[in-house]
């Protein structure tokens, strides 16, 4: 059985910490590197629910792609809700250890798993990591359909791809115009409408696009925006990393058990759609 410190080396290996953004904060947050891990649960968001799905399972690492201290704190105290999920995690003996921009820059990354979700080859990043000899790495995808279909049917490949989601798709565009080449973005992607413009891509998948960003873009060039729940656009990649740890726990001859969290932790609960007008 490994330690923790062997597992997170592995993690480490498919998801460097160097290729984290230079604002995030990625790695360990609680555990001892001495400790045995049989079993390791991946999700999205590290919120109560998930680590009290942790404690349930008898996981010994909870890996997440979203930091729990993005921004510091001053307290882990059980009277705040993240200091809640710090007692939760060490009181029952559960490591936390969080992959996110590092995740996103990866090859195979958090994008990677959009694009084959939707049904799409990837031909490269949409914005390269210029640190990357190989072009592979990088923020976002850029992929191409099998054949061009109507945007109309692309949204519906987009929505039955990605988990269900109270928000659903959100759609800008002329549903009937084709698509075939399309860029990605797992996560909130409409700081990289620039790049989207410049690879000419007929459509663009990502979460939290703004009003004015949005509005921007689709006047200033014909990109159709398909917008879906953050949550929904980054839960593939979990299975993509299962695989990837299994894989290296099978190389070293490790009895690793994985699971896949599939609790919804988007925050939005429920969508009320609004009639549209008659006249």
Not at 167 to 173: E, K, N, S
Not at 191 to 207: H, N, P, Q, S
Request: with cysteine.
């Amino acid at each position: 059985m490994p330690r923790l410190s062997d597992v997170i080396s592995v993690l480490e290996e498919l998801y460097p910490p160097q290729w984290a953004e230079s604002w995030d904060a990625v790695g360990l947050v609680c555990g001892d590197p001495d400790a045995e891990v049989a079993r390791v649960l991946l999700a999205v968001d590290p919120v109560q629910a998930v680590a009290d799905e942790a404690v349930e399972w008898g996981a010994d690492l909870l890996v997440t792609h979203h930091p729990l201290y993005l921004r510091g704190t001053t307290t882990v105290a059980a009277t705040t809700f993240k200091g809640r999920v710090v007692h939760t995690l060490i009181r029952n003996s559960v490591a936390l250890h969080v992959a996110h921009t590092n995740a996103d820059h990866a090859d195979p990354g958090v994008s990677d798993a959009l694009a084959e979700a939707v049904g799409l080859r990837i031909t490269g990043p949409l914005v390269p990591d210029p640190t990357d000899p190989a072009g592979r790495r990088g923020a976002g995808r850029i992929g191409e359909l099998p054949e061009p279909e109507s945007l109309s049917a692309f949204a519906a490949r987009v929505a039955a791809g990605l988990p269900a989601t109270a928000a659903g798709v959100r759609v800008a565009g002329d549903p009937d115009r084709p698509v075939r080449r399309v860029a990605v973005c797992g996560g909130s992607g409409d700081g990289f409408l620039a790049e989207v413009r410049a690879a000419g891509v007929d459509a663009y998948v990502t979460a939290d696009l703004r009003h004015h960003p949005a509005s921007e873009a689709f006047e200033a060039a014909p990109v159709a925006l398909v917008d879906a729940a953050h949550w929904a656009t980054e839960w593939p990649w979990l299975a993509q990393a299962e695989r990837d740890l299994a894989t290296a726990a099978g190389k070293r001859g490790w009895a690793l058990e994985t699971r896949v969290s599939r609790l919804v932790t988007d925050p939005w609960t429920a969508h009320a759609p609004m009639p549209h007008p008659t006249d």
